[in-house]
């Protein structure tokens, strides 16, 4: 398998701590790619017409994406799973997932604003509803998503832990942790794993 990928991207540390927790990181090649949402260049977009990592091209050849499809392709490649296969189970994880994923898209968003978009057309309101977004998130965590952060690791874990790390790799400054002691724990715990350890993002 190989896999487009940047070391900054929290869909792909998704990618990769499924990929490390199922013990399959060993067979995946990584091609670095430099995704961009104005410049489409590289071998990226021939492969994803939407030009953005993780990409995940399979031993034959099939290209897949975003993180919950390739996520969803390495758990069936081995037992135990990461998604539940009750159908309540199921759900739930995909649902924090779901929820994960939106909170790091709210954040890439609000990096494009501050990093790519000329200073004299941001929009503060903008900033502010993708942080509301991202507090919404982490206040969902630590209420109707509280019971879903305990028990056998699941994809929709894995999905919380990273975008809250990535969350912190960008915005240290926002102290989130205060009124979310449920989260924070969780955060911490997953932190302590070698699959996160091993997938910190750099640069």
Sequence with gaps: MKLFYSPTSPYVRKVMVTAIEKGLDGQIEKLPASASPIKREGDLPKKNPLGKVPCLITDDGTALFDSPVIC??????KSPPLIPTDAKGRFASMTLEALADGFLDAGILLRYEGALRPADKRWDEWVNGQMGKIMAAID????????????????GQIAAACALGWFDFRYGDVDWRKDHPKVAAFAKAMAERPSMKA?????
């Excluded at 969803?72 to 490649?77: E, F, V």
């Excluded at 969902?140 to 994809?155: F, K, R």
């Excluded at 997938?199 to 640069?203: E, F, H, L, Q, S």
């Design 72 to 77: 969803a392709y390495i758990d069936s490649l």
């Design 140 to 155: 969902a965590m630590e209420t109707t998503y509280a019971s879903q952060l305990t028990g056998p690791l699941t994809v």
């Design 199 to 203: 997938t910190m993002p750099v640069g």
